[in-house]
């Protein structure tokens, strides 16, 4: 059954057309993963499919209640961000609407409130539509992904990694298409040479005066012609294929990179922080070395930009190599000037040369003309881009990022991922997305009760951790429940009574939620 259906949507934006969308459709228990770079109109397409906003041109059918969980904004009130989004959700669900608009539900919540919220939402026993950066969170959640670009929608089944894999198998398919498309031009315009090049000579024959001999190089001539004519003809009509972009590796030389790579660069002994009366983290000691990847996990307020500030500032226990030359990035000290264009910016505080400047631009899609774009008339993504290439090729051998993937769409996320596995240089980064820290991260960094954790590994390891600790405190309850279980049932056999036989009922309904 459908619960909405829409045909010829069209929607401009002066005079600009952002949707131009032929037909879709939301289906019951659908659940849908929106995808598209920052722009193309995510947001607009679900207030009009929900009925909050009108379309030009089209016609939306509802046949059932639907409701829209926007995106999380600034609240002046001591509630935390998760604090909210929880209520938010509560609120939503609560109204049961057969289908849920969830517009970027996980920004700017730690990694306990976004499971918190997939939990929910996975749950949810109507249709979902969702709008999120947060790969891991499409891929646990969705089953189908609609894909924005150039104004239209393309359905694809599956998660979003299912989505991906099927992206990777159409772009090699377009790059096979593309080789035959070339070997063929090629072919033709080979073909086409020589039957000119022919044509010519028997023209040139033709003009020499051969009795007996004229008709017969007419005839020649005439054919020869119109065979260029053919090949040219076939050339015309030949389907044109796009050559697939080619991501450039990029590789630069670090300052001090002999004196750093592998080696300690930072350390930190006995540090510990308190905010008031209240212990953010315990004394504790770790170390930093040249070319880690290392991500600093922890709730919101558990002190992780405290101690990435710790490092910059070089706090009291906090040594760091005078061969370490650190780059920071943090939303709110983007350095970038509105009135000079993309690469003008990138360049003024750049060592490296424009090459490799354009080449990290362009792997952050700033293709061709885009770089001589003013940064003043970009978007909040945009310029967050800008500011992050600008880092990338300041004289610095260290990265230090705070929250870097806020504001990016998922394909800048994803372009961004890949400019840091390839770095040779040393990454400390604060993220709450999983899948970015399990792509970038070699160390992990985990603040939890109090404590700094370090785990040797990705975020497979700490979530392995996770899931043993979780495991082993199920299995201390139950073994405590076991135990009341066995003394329940010596006093029952002795005195039987109906307050110790509900005593027991629940002791055991409480094993069998525990073991499941």
């Known amino acids: 059954m459908n619960l909405i259906e829409a045909v010829g949507i069209q929607y401009y934006i002066k005079d600009k057309l952002l949707l131009d969308i032929e037909h879709v459709k939301i289906e019951q228990n659908a659940r849908i993963g929106l995808v598209g770079v920052n722009g193309s109109g995510k947001s607009t397409l679900i207030n009009i499919l929900h009925g909050s906003l009108k379309p030009d041109t089209g016609h939306i059918h509802r046949y059932g209640s639907s409701e829209v969980l926007s995106q999380l904004v600034d609240h002046e009130q001591p509630k935390s961000g998760g604090e909210i989004t929880q209520e938010n959700v509560q609120e939503k669900l609560l109204l049961a609407p057969e289908l849920l608009f969830a517009d970027e539900p996980t920004s700017n919540l730690d990694t306990s409130h976004i499971e918190w919220v997939e939990k929910r939402l996975k749950n949810y026993q109507g249709a979902l539509v969702i709008v999120s950066h947060d790969r891991a969170f499409l891929d646990s959640i969705c089953t189908v992904i609609w894909e924005l670009e150039d104004q239209k929608i393309k359905v694809y089944k599956g998660n979003y990694s299912t989505y991906q894999q099927q992206k990777l198998a159409e772009k090699e398919r377009q790059m096979v298409a593309y080789e035959k498309y070339e070997a063929k031009r090629k072919q033709l315009e080979k073909a086409l040479k020589l039957k000119k090049l022919n044509a010519e000579k028997t023209t040139k024959v033709k003009e020499i005066e051969v009795r007996g001999s004229k008709p017969h190089f007419a005839k020649k001539q005439k054919k020869l012609y119109q065979s260029v004519k053919a090949i040219e003809s076939r050339m015309k009509n030949l389907e044109r294929v796009e050559r697939v972009k080619e991501i450039p ?10 004196y750093i790579k592998g080696k300690m660069i930072a350390r930190l002994e006995s540090v510990s922080c308190k905010v008031g009366s209240k212990i953010l983290w315990k004394p504790a000691t770790f170390y930093i070395k040249g070319g880690d990847k290392l991500a600093i996990l922890g709730p ?44 003008e910016n990138v360049q003024s505080s750049s060592v490296q040369h424009e090459t490799l400047i354009r080449t990290v631009l362009a792997r952050l899609h700033f293709y061709g003309d885009d770089v001589y774009k003013k940064v003043g008339v970009l978007s909040g993504g945009e310029r967050v881009k800008v ?34 596995q390839e770095y040779d240089g040393t990454v400390l980064f604060v993220s709450h997305d999983r899948r970015f820290v399990e792509q970038v991260a070699n160390r992990i960094l985990r603040i939890e009760n109090q404590e ?8 497979q390891e700490v979530k392995e951790n996770a899931r043993t600790n979780k495991q082993s405190i199920i299995n201390e309850e139950l073994m405590v429940i076991e135990n009341r279980i066995i003394d329940v049932l010596s006093r ?16 055991l309904a409480h094993k069998r939620l525990l073991k499941d």
Do not use: C, W
Request: aromatic share 6%; proline share 4%; no cysteine.
């Open 387 to 420: 500011s992050l290439a600008k880092l990338f090729v300041r004289d610095i051998n260290t990265l230090i990022l705070d929250e870097p993937t806020n504001f990016l769409d998922i394909q800048a996320v994803t372009a961004l991922q890949s400019l840091l």
């Open 452 to 459: 700094l954790v370090m785990y040797e590994g990705g975020y």
């Open 300 to 343: 919101n307020g558990s002190g992780k930009s405290t101690l990435v500030n710790m490092v910059i500032e070089g706090a009291e226990g906090v040594s760091v190599s005078p061969h370490s030359k650190i780059g920071y990035f943090r939303q709110d000290l983007m350095t970038i000037d509105d009135e000079l264009s993309v690469l």
């Open 249 to 258: 590796q990029v590789k630069m030389d670090l300052p001090n990179e002999d």
């Open 492 to 507: 029952l056999s002795l005195e039987p009574s109906e307050e110790l036989e509900n005593e027991f009922q629940k002791l």
